[in-house]
T-cell receptor
Framework: KAGVTQTPRYLIKTRGQQVTLSCSPISGHRSVSWYQQTPGQGLQFLFEYFSETQRNKGNFPGRFSGRQFSNSRSEMNVSTLELGDSALYLC?????????????FGPGTRLTVT | ELKVEQNPLFLSMQEGKNYTIYCNYSTTSDRLYWYRQDPGKSLESLFVLLSNGAVKQEGRLMASLDTKARLSTLHITAAVHDLSATYFCAVDGAQKLVFGQGTRLTINP
């Protein structure tokens, strides 16, 4: 069974630009969550989508947004990039929402903002 | 608000020694994870602990969970260089994982 895939794996953008990252969950998984990892703030939850609906959102500005498609694939978008947005963005999928289901992480997208 | 604290944050060990990483969390949860992360890589799942008193072992690593004390431990036995990595615990807070700060483990020959 294929794992969680994320594209692209690496990305370099300039301040002020916007970026879209993609995540394909494990087949059959309907929940997708996004996390940001930075050296200063550690691993922080961005948002979770389940059945195309945002279920939970972390404490991030409105420049960070996401969506989920009917095939459970998810995208996250960051507009007006700032230097502090440089991070490893991790996507995780699980069968359903709630603690009953284990989360599985993808390889991550490394975003560098210059 | 769920908070997760790990200690120590940095750990330098000699090969062959034993040590323990501690993970405290502030509110009850049904599930606790331990992950390993190598530099520049994603999170590798080590253990999922589901109930009070749960103990899991894989090779030189053993994890345990005490839900009453809200404490999990990751014990390393007879450390080897290949175990050098950053280790995270994470508590499942319903719709999101809350991570500890991570413990950077360096094992010296």
């Amino acid at each position: 069974k294929a794992g969680v895939t994320q594209t692209p794996r690496y990305l370099i953008k300039t301040r002020g630009q916007q970026v879209t990252l993609s995540c394909s969950p494990i087949s059959g998984h309907r929940s997708v969550s996004w996390y940001q990892q930075t050296p200063g703030q550690g691993l922080q939850f961005l948002f979770e989508y389940f059945s195309e609906t945002q279920r939970n959102k972390g404490n991030f500005p409105g420049r960070f947004s996401g969506r989920q498609f009917s095939n459970s694939r998810s995208e996250m978008n960051v507009s007006t990039l700032e230097l502090g947005d440089s991070a490893l963005y991790l996507c995780a999928s699980r069968l359903g929402t709630g603690t009953t289901y284990e989360q599985y992480f993808g390889p991550g997208t490394r975003l560098t903002v210059t | 608000e769920l908070k997760v604290e790990q200690n120590p944050l940095f750990l330098s060990m000699q090969e062959g020694k034993n040590y323990t990483i501690y993970c405290n969390y502030s509110t009850t949860s049904d599930r606790l994870y331990w992950y390993r992360q190598d530099p520049g890589k994603s999170l590798e799942s080590l253990f999922v602990l589901l109930s009070n008193g749960a103990v899991k072992q894989e090779g030189r690593l053993m994890a345990s969970l005490d839900t009453k004390a809200r404490l999990s431990t990751l014990h390393i036995t007879a450390a080897v260089h290949d175990l050098s990595a950053t280790y995270f615990c994470a508590v499942d807070g319903a719709q999101k994982l809350v991570f500890g700060q991570g413990t950077r483990l360096t094992i010296n020959p």
